[in-house]
């Protein structure tokens, strides 16, 4: 089993709507969490870090689930340009696990 | 002011050659790594240097040799490249362990 595992997508989300994604993680000592986004042959960036009381930034939203292991990234009022890959990772024995991402693509 | 920066961004080259591909960071962080992210687009860590000193190996062939000179730079010497090398590799840095890294530009090696 992957330590860190992503449903790959593609979410096709139309511009304005909401979309949601989980990732699910192994390691129950797992100490922080992130959702990364990666552009198309770009390097990924930090999007947002994700606390235990679940956090907001602008339109996106994470939670983290530790009794079920699994943390979640919500996009509100999508706009074309959240199209991405996102990245969940996941910090754990002093190194950063990532999750092969899950891909978005918002269309007109 | 670009934060982590890599050079070269593309690298073809024959298999059985060696290459190098440094990486620079200006964060003053502690921290620096390799990932390799290949054509499935998995990105996994190879290798993480703290202060200098290397603190993960993952498995990868000896023929992969990080170096940092100083905790600014980390560089990684690749010696007889095989077609299963080619990947994008990306140099990331992070004030600590843990905490949030901060990526190069990568490097698309291409094996032919």
């Known amino acids: 089993r992957k330590e860190v595992e992503q449903d790959p997508g593609p979410f096709n989300v139309p511009e304005g709507a909401t979309v949601a994604f989980n990732c699910t993680y192994s390691?129950?000592?797992?100490?922080?969490f992130f959702w990364y986004r990666q552009d198309c042959r770009k390097e990924p960036k930090l999007l947002m870090s994700?606390?235990?009381s679940g956090n907001e930034d602008g339109r996106f939203t994470a939670q983290l689930n530790r009794a079920s292991q699994y943390i979640s990234l919500l996009i509100r009022d999508s706009k074309l340009s959240d199209s991405a890959t996102y990245l969940c990772v996941v910090h754990a024995w002093g190194k950063l696990q990532f999750g092969a991402g899950t891909q978005v693509v918002v269309t007109p | 002011d670009t934060a982590v920066s890599q050079t070269p961004k593309y690298l073809v080259t024959q298999m059985g050659n060696d290459k190098s591909i440094k990486c620079e960071q200006n964060l003053g962080h502690d921290t620096m790594y390799w990932y390799k992210q290949d054509s499935k687009k998995f990105l996994k860590i190879m290798f993480s240097y703290n202060n200098k000193e290397l603190i993960i190996n993952e498995t990868v062939p000896n023929r992969f040799s990080p170096k940092s000179p100083d905790k600014a730079h980390l560089n990684l010497h690749i010696n007889s490249l095989e077609l299963g090398d080619s990947a994008v590799y990306f140099c990331?840095?992070?004030?600590?362990?843990?905490?949030?890294?901060?990526f190069g530009p990568g490097t698309r090696l291409t094996v032919l």
């Open positions: 990331a840095s992070s004030q600590q362990t843990g905490l949030e890294q901060f």
């Open positions: 390691n129950s000592a797992s100490q922080s």
């Open positions: 994700v606390y235990s």
